[in-house]
């Protein structure tokens, strides 16, 4: 055993996060965290998947190891009516609904000068006696309420309006 101490079975209440009740669960004491998960995960009635499964006692994550290298088992002493929080890690979203399909800014810099070449090469130039949009709208070429010209800007001056 761990921690040079004598086990002894315990019973301990196991909530899943989600709509299953509380179980009861009959553990030994002290238990690795590892098999501890192995044994919620195949005791569950949902077979909960031993990968994606977190445990949380006390208000703490509970690891396997202590450190990094995978040498130092964590075993952990629990008592008669202890709680353990049992949380599945949700699946990733299928593929095609992921938002890892962004454009980058190469793909955005082609998109836009493609766009803007188009545009630029289909201008064209106005032939003698053709109307421009500005003249379809105002037969008699008179200016348009809001024109900013050189006269406006003159008498908005000279009326101290500017």
Do not use: W
């Not at 086990?7 to 690795?32: D, F, M, N, Q, Y």
């Not at 919620?40 to 006692?57: D, M, Q, W």
């Not at 994550?61 to 002493?77: A, G, K, M, N, S």
């Not at 810099?109 to 070449?117: K, V």
């Amino acid at each position: 055993m761990g921690m040079g101490e004598i086990s002894e079975s315990v019973e301990i209440t196991v909530k899943t996060i989600g709509p299953a009740p509380p179980s009861r669960l009959s553990v030994s004491s002290p238990i690795k965290v590892r098999d501890l998960r192995k044994l919620i995960a195949t005791s569950s009635a949902n077979h909960l998947p031993i990968e994606n499964l977190r445990l949380v006692f006390r208000g703490k994550v509970l690891d396997d190891t202590q450190d990094d290298d995978d040498r130092d088992d964590v075993y952990l002493q629990l008592s008669n009516g202890d709680s353990v929080i049992a949380a599945v890690k949700p699946k990733p979203p299928p593929r095609h609904l992921r938002d890892d399909t962004c454009i980058d800014d190469d793909d955005l810099d082609l998109i836009l000068g493609t766009a803007f070449s188009i545009i630029f090469l289909n201008l064209g130039q106005r032939q003698p006696g053709d109307m421009s949009a500005y003249s379809i709208f105002n037969d008699d070429f008179r200016e348009l309420p809001g024109t900013l010209n050189a006269d406006r800007l003159d008498r908005d001056i000279r009326a101290g309006q500017i």
